[in-house]
């Protein structure tokens, strides 16, 4: 083995480590921490904002791997049997991923507005049982959902600057 394919497996593992480290990072704050600090009742999605920033900085094989893992621990931190974060997370990690890869710049607006669409969708899955099979009104869901939305949404610059930082780690950005 050469030392250059040497020095790219150790990069690849410490790089591995990294997002590893900035998702069990944000389960902490966002499964352990932030329940106690609640604003308004509510407790902020951070795990598909990361997982959307690593989709949007390092394309749709990363966010794909980090959205299975965000998923998971997404289900982890509501105590969700179902398992439904980790199929959403999974596929918006592919697809936020495939769309960094062709046509979003891999800018800070563009990971805004990916996580905006994200945290909707996340939304929507945590009201589809309780509109559909609760029978509860919309009426009361919806301005407790964007408002979630908007507060998960205030993390995105915070979480931003590690999420580029990987990317330009991982030879993604230059």
Same mark, same amino acid.
């Given at each position: 083995?050469?030392? @250059?394919?040497?020095?790219?497996k150790? /990069?690849?593992?410490?790089?591995?480590?990294?997002h590893?480290?900035?998702?069990?990072?944000?389960?902490?704050? =966002?499964?352990?921490i932030? $329940? &106690?600090?609640?604003l308004?009742?509510? !407790?902020?999605?951070?795990l598909p904002?990361?997982?959307t #920033?690593?989709?949007? &900085?390092?394309? @749709?094989?990363? +966010?794909? %791997?980090? +959205?299975?893992?965000a +998923?998971?621990?997404c289900?982890?931190s509501?105590?969700?049997?179902? #398992?439904?974060?980790?199929?959403?997370?999974? *596929?918006? #990690?592919?697809?936020? +991923?495939?769309?960094?890869?062709t046509?979003?710049?891999?800018?800070?607006?563009?990971?805004?507005?990916?996580?905006?669409? !994200?945290?909707?969708?996340c939304a *929507? %899955? =945590?009201?589809?049982?309780?509109?559909?099979?609760?029978?509860?009104? &919309?009426?009361?869901?919806f $301005?407790t959902a964007? @408002? =979630?939305?908007? &507060? /998960?949404?205030?993390?995105t610059? $915070?979480?931003?600057?590690? !999420? @580029?930082?990987?990317g330009?780690?991982a030879?993604?950005?230059v």
């Open positions: 083995m050469s030392k @250059r394919s040497l020095k790219r150790w /990069s690849f593992i410490v790089l591995l480590l990294f590893a480290l900035l998702l069990m990072t944000v389960y902490v704050f =966002q499964g352990m932030f $329940p &106690y600090l609640r308004t009742g509510l !407790v902020p999605l951070l904002v990361a997982c #920033g690593i989709a949007v &900085y390092q394309g @749709r094989v990363a +966010g794909g %791997v980090s +959205g299975l893992f +998923g998971i621990l289900d982890i509501f105590n969700e049997p179902v #398992g439904l974060f980790t199929v959403v997370l999974t *596929f918006a #990690g592919i697809a936020v +991923g495939a769309l960094a890869d046509v979003l710049t891999r800018k800070f607006g563009s990971f805004f507005i990916c996580s905006a669409a !994200v945290l909707a969708i *929507f %899955v =945590q009201l589809f049982p309780l509109l559909f099979f609760e029978g509860v009104q &919309y009426r009361l869901l $301005p964007l @408002r =979630q939305t908007f &507060y /998960s949404l205030m993390f610059f $915070p979480l931003w600057f590690f !999420v @580029r930082s990987l330009i780690r030879g993604v950005l």
